[in-house]
């Protein structure tokens, strides 16, 4: 199977919306990674982390990017972290291609600054902190994609076009 589509990218970028949006247009299924992991864990994604380290969350993530890859027509809205490990990217790309939505940090600010979910956040809610964040994942997630849509100052209906046009949906 090699038709999944990963969207990736910093939290915040609009992974999740956008997935949805593409879901509803598409004739595709929707995997939205964290909800998955919320899911089956039973625990809020703040829980896991304080719980039991984000390594253990980051394990779980591991084992689901590969579960995902043995289904396939999957829109695949990831969690900010996905391309941490390599795996992952291998799995990725062996069922699908990787979609990047790029935002600038003042963007990722604006959209994340009220959220309590967000445990890498946590206590580092300012556009300095998600900037250095940023600058840190940023090789990963050029390198890991196929595709690449910047979203700031784009609406959802023209980032999913450009997503079915740059993917040929
Ligand atoms: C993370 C992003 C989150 C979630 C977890 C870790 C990250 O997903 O997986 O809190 O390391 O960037 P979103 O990108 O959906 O917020």
Partial sequence: ?????FLIGFMGAGKSTIAQELQSRLDMKLVEMDARIVQEQEMSINEIFSRFGE???RDVEC?????IGQE?????????????RKDNIINMKKSGK??????????IYDRVKDSRERPILNG???VAYISELMEKRRALYEA???????????NVADICEEIVEKANL
């Fill in 124 to 126: 580092h809610m300012n």
């Fill in 55 to 57: 390594n253990y969350f």
């Fill in 144 to 154: 890991a994609a196929d595709i690449r849509i910047d979203v700031d100052d784009k």
């Fill in 63 to 67: 084992q689901l990017v590969q579960d």
């Fill in 72 to 84: 396939g027509n999957t829109i695949v809205s990831c969690g900010g972290g996905v391309v941490l």
């Fill in 98 to 107: 990787i979609v990047f939505l790029a935002a600038t940090p003042q963007t």
């Fill in 1 to 5: 199977m090699m038709d999944n589509i």
